[in-house]
DNA sequence: TATGAATGAGATTTCATTCAT
DNA sequence: AATGAATGAAATCTCATTCAT
């Protein structure tokens, strides 16, 4: 069973929902069918239980972002939590791309992906929130930094663009810590 | 076949590339399966001729980003230019997202957005690098900054989070305008 | 088609509902899987549309049993009748048979078998309840016979018994006969 | 063991034989898979063990259809001994029904079943022909009424008339005691 | 050009049976 | 004796593609 989520997380993020195979899964799991159904009413229950798994790390780490100072050691403390988040990026990231696949995105699943982004974007909120007046609400503003981050580890670690992890660790912290202690001049 | 390319973009969009049956594409269009072959080799032979479209755009927008003052005016062009790109994915943001599907990663398509992607920064990267030192590589900011455009957009349009078009354009553009303009405390 | 309808009435007919297999009457048809599912949602459809020709039939019958004389005319006509219900019963038997199998009972197609019993036995009543006092029950009197036709027709038919078509009839026409024109001595 | 056979009456009732599952047997038991082929080489041993008790209480009931008197005495015998074989076919009647099912019917099985149905009409036999002549061949005739008890009881128990038990007893008894001791007008 | 019935390879799913514990 | 997780052969069902008209 664990193997077969591990499997489900391998196969979905090189084929995505619907290309995925049942049997490759279980190839991969060194499984069979038979044993897949016993702990799965079908491909979508799979999908489901690996979807649970990232929504409580991806929770978790949202609560994790505390208060960031406007100092350098503030900028070093965002880096470690994007550090974090790549990390969990990097095993999960396709699950949650995936999730985001069309189709899937009217059920509970759908609505899960809406929480789990409001989370997210609560969390980098109440920074930009807590550091006075900017021309934009905190609360989209929050939102669009979230778009920026998992877009962009998407294209690194999709390969799709050619910077490497720690550049893109250094770009997101710096414009995140800009974004947080920069006022229009 | 307009009718049938039309019918691709909408039933893509709704579906993905997988899930997407060349029969509800063929429904669609009100033709026949008979037709749809006549036009397209396959399923893929159609996405193709969608994505190329894309891309035709997609450049022709990149190549109209021009040059951005630092005042007021130069803010309200950009965020014209993201009106524009808005617009845009409306229409195709589907079709640029179903093809970043895993496994049509792997081949000519994907090396297709790699380059639109690397068009967009590219352009993006010629303000941010026009406007003196930072920190960290205007190529890379940039990404970082297309990134966020592509993923907000798509979750202001997918429903996933709740702003509204107008509020969206409004934070992007005040948060690019300001990466281009701003300078740390 | 037509061919897989007939294919369906000679496959359940040797196999019952569930032990018959699509590929089975797919075979049997000489047509594919896939046309198959073009006519059909899947076996359970073709099931149903195999007992709604049995049923118009069968109410057919019933409508035709009409008044039956005393003489030996009337006994030679109620004879007829049980020839046809028979020939009914070469063709549609099986069908008739397999949807009283358990769990298929439950949904429409039981109650659509009910009715038809009824049809029959009403029919039957008729004709008993036309012809004086019995210290029984016309209308379940008359469901006795219906049930007695069905079962015998069922074990000369499938070799259970081995009495020939002509010995059933026989039998049958007298017995019932008499149950229509004979009072205990 | 006991409970297995007990389930599986139940089971193969409700289900008929193909469609009742080894899991749905061995829940129904409170046992487990291994424990039901500790004491059955598959699922038709089962059935075939359930066969060999039908079979046995059925000869007994046949065995006891004694000698019956004209008078109302004698129907009330008759009527006794039909409320037995009502009350074997409560338990029973699945299994006879099911073990008609096609396919199951070349085998051994099937050969049992035409002996019983031969045993049962073999006891009618003997009593129609005790009593004079009829221009039917007794042996044909009791299998009419044979065919005429089982139905009939199937249609009452399964619901598919609304006849009850009483009803149909009398009934039962009564075309069977005029169709002994009547004759045509 | 246009149609849509037909195909069949390949996907999903079920379930009788085995076997290590 | 008893268990129940694991298996895989065999069933059901889907859908991209073809082809006769």
Sequence with gaps: MRR??????????????????????????????????????NKEDLFQALVADVAEEMRGLAD????????????AELRAWLDRFTTLYEHYGPILRT????????NALGRLGTDLLGDLALAVSRRIAANGARDVDPAV??????????????????????????????????VMHDALFTSPR
Excluded: C
Aim: hydrophobic share 45%; net charge negative.
């Design 4 to 41: 077969l989520l591990d499997a489900g997380i391998d196969v979905f993020a090189r084929r995505g929902f619907h290309a995925a195979r049942v049997d490759d899964i279980v190839k991969a799991a060194k499984t069979s069918h038979g044993t897949f159904y016993l702990y799965f009413a």
């Design 64 to 75: 994790s972002l505390g208060p960031i100072g406007s100092d350098p050691r503030g900028r």
């Design 99 to 106: 999730w985001t696949e069309a189709e899937i995105d009217q």
């Design 141 to 174: 503003a929050s939102l669009a930094v979230v778009a920026m981050i998992e877009r962009f580890n998407y294209f690194v670690l999709s390969g799709q663009v050619s910077a490497d992890r720690a550049e893109m660790l250094d770009t997101l912290a710096t």
